[in-house]
Structures are given as C-alpha cells and as structure tokens.
C-alpha cells in the first residue's frame, strides 16, 4: 500500500465517521423535538444529548435551521412520506393515512410548518430544500390524483389542476391543527375534503382509459 492509497483510507474514514456522527445529532434532534416541540429544540439541548458542547455541534450543523432541515430531509426518507417524495401514486385513502399519521407527532409537524413559513425570505437556508420539495410533491400529488380519477377529477380539474389544492389542504390543515388541536381534528377534516374531490364515492370514476 502506497502512501497516498494510506492518505485516501485515512480520508474516507474520516468522511464516514463524520456522517456517522450527523446522524446521530439528527436522531437526537428528533428525539428533543418530539419531547420538547420547535422551541425547545436548542442546539444546546441536542448537543448535550449527543455528548458535544454547542460550539462542537456548530461544527457538523452550523446553524440550527440546517440542522432541522436535516431532521425533515431524513423524515422524508424514514417515514411515509418517502414515497411521495420517489414517485410513487398513492390512493386518497393512503394520502388520508398520512395525515393521520402525522397527527401523532406534532413537534415534527411544528418543526416543518415553522420552517415552511420561514423560508419563503430570501436567501433562508431552508429555501431550496422547500422550494423542490413542493415541486416533487406537487408531481407526487397529480400522480396520484390521476391513479385515483383518471385525467379528468369529477368536478372537471386535472390531476396537475387540482395538485397544488391537495398540497394546499394537507399543509393548511397541519397550521390551523397546531394552533387549535381540539377543535380540528385533522384526520377526520382531511377525509372531509377527499368526499368533495369526489361526491358521487367514485361511481362515476374514470379508469383513465
């Protein structure tokens, strides 16, 4: 083994054991999150949960909305959601299941509306995470719309019409769900608005032929 073939190992383990440790203060941020909500997800908290000092955390995250679009960058690939971020159509009914499911952990939900609304300034380190985000959901949701009604919705909306709407409910219904979680249930309001996608429960439904 040659001196650079030593230098290229010692390099790679060092990259390795770098990510090693990203993921594990993005598992310890999701797990302060979910004990303590948005605000209480400091850098201090999650660094100590991992055994680092801030300033050492500073040193894979250097701010705390990188670190928290980590947390949703690793949501998406870890949970439900993954599919709609690859291109996979789903049934309303599994769409509706999503919502329910993301009715469970509210710090999370908190963490991705707050960074949502955040973003939308100029140059927000969370702009273009969101920005493709929503384009890749935005697909996701057309995909699946035209799976479930064919290439005409029953109220005269394409699929690609209708998917900003789809992604409009499920992202307002999460805001006004934090704000006020007794008076909205989120789950059942979400199976409301599938019942106007289509009165009729789909006996009119096109097989998209």
Request: no cysteine.
């Given at each position: 083994?040659?001196?650079?073939d030593r230098?290229r190992?010692r390099g ?28 209480g997800?400091s850098?201090a908290?999650?660094a100590?949960?991992?055994?680092l000092t801030?300033q050492?955390?500073?040193h ?5 909305e ?6 949703l960058?690793?949501?998406?690939r ?8 690859h291109?996979?159509?789903?049934p ?7 919502v329910e ?6 710090g ?9 609304g955040?973003?939308?300034t100029?140059?927000?380190?969370a702009r ?12 996701w949701a057309?995909d699946?719309l035209r ?11 394409t ?6 709407l789809l992604?409009a409910?499920?992202?307002?219904l ?6 006020d979680?007794?008076a ?6 979400f ?9 009729g429960?789909?006996d009119?439904e096109?097989d998209?032929?």
């Amino acid at each position: 083994m040659t001196a650079n073939d030593r230098d290229r190992g010692r390099g790679l383990g060092r990259a390795v054991r770098n990510e090693d440790r990203k993921a594990e203060i993005v598992r310890a941020a999701l797990e302060v999150i979910a004990e303590r909500g948005y605000r209480g997800a400091s850098l201090a908290a999650v660094a100590e949960r991992v055994g680092l000092t801030q300033q050492g955390l500073l040193h894979y995250f250097p701010t705390k909305e990188a670190l928290l679009v980590a947390v949703l960058e690793v949501r998406d690939r870890w949970d439900m959601a993954s599919a709609a971020l690859h291109g996979t159509a789903w049934p309303m009914a599994m769409v509706a299941d999503l919502v329910e499911y993301n009715a469970t952990r509210p710090g999370v939900v908190q963490v991705f509306t707050v960074l949502a609304g955040d973003s939308v300034t100029g140059g927000h380190p969370a702009r273009e995470y969101f920005r493709d985000r929503y384009t890749r959901v935005r697909r996701w949701a057309a995909d699946s719309l035209r799976a479930e009604y064919g290439d005409t919705l029953p109220g005269g909306l394409t699929p690609e019409q209708a998917a900003p709407l789809l992604v409009a409910v499920m992202d307002g219904l999460q805001l006004q769900w934090l704000h006020d979680p007794g008076a909205v249930d989120m789950p059942a309001v979400f199976r409301h608005f599938v019942t106007l996608l289509d009165p009729g429960g789909g006996d009119g439904e096109s097989d998209g032929t």
